[in-house]
C-alpha cells in the first residue's frame, strides 16, 4: 500500500527536524478493567503528543475523521492530523481532528 511508503517517507522528514517519532506503535485499551494489548494501531505518533494516520484516497471521508477521532479517545490523546496523500495538493488533504473531552470521549456535567 502507498500509506506504508509515505509513512516511512514522513516519519523520516520529523526525526530529522529533531522530532520524537514512533510508527506503527500498538496502542493498549482498557476496557471494563480488561487491558486489551492490540487496541489498535497508531500510523505514527509525534512527541507522544499528536496520533498521525495516513490515506491514500480520492476522497477524505466523515469515517476516516471519525477513525481517527476513536483513536485519539482510545489513546486519551488530544490532537491529530489525517493527512490524505491522494489530494491533488497535500494542503488540501491535511486534517486537524481534536478530541475536546479528556474523559474518555464523556460530557462534561453542566448541572453545577
Do not use: C, W
Request: aromatic fraction near 8%; glycine fraction near 6%.
Amino acid at each position: 500500500m502507498l500509506e506504508s511508503v509515505y509513512e516511512v517517507v514522513l516519519a523520516h522528514a520529523l526525526k530529522r527536524r529533531g522530532l520524537k517519532v514512533e510508527k506503527q506503535v500498538s496502542v493498549t485499551v482498557v476496557f471494563e478493567g480488561i487491558k486489551f494489548d492490540e487496541g489498535f494501531r497508531a500510523d505514527i505518533i509525534v512527541e507522544d503528543k499528536v496520533i498521525v494516520e495516513l490515506k491514500f484516497v480520492e476522497k477524505v471521508m466523515p469515517v476516516h475523521k471519525k477513525q481517527l477521532l476513536t483513536y485519539l479517545r482510545l489513546a486519551d490523546k488530544r490532537l491529530g492530523l489525517l493527512i490524505n496523500f491522494g489530494s491533488e495538493l497535500i494542503r488540501d488533504g491535511i486534517s486537524r481532528v481534536v478530541n475536546r473531552f479528556r474523559d474518555h470521549g464523556k460530557l462534561p456535567n453542566f448541572s453545577k
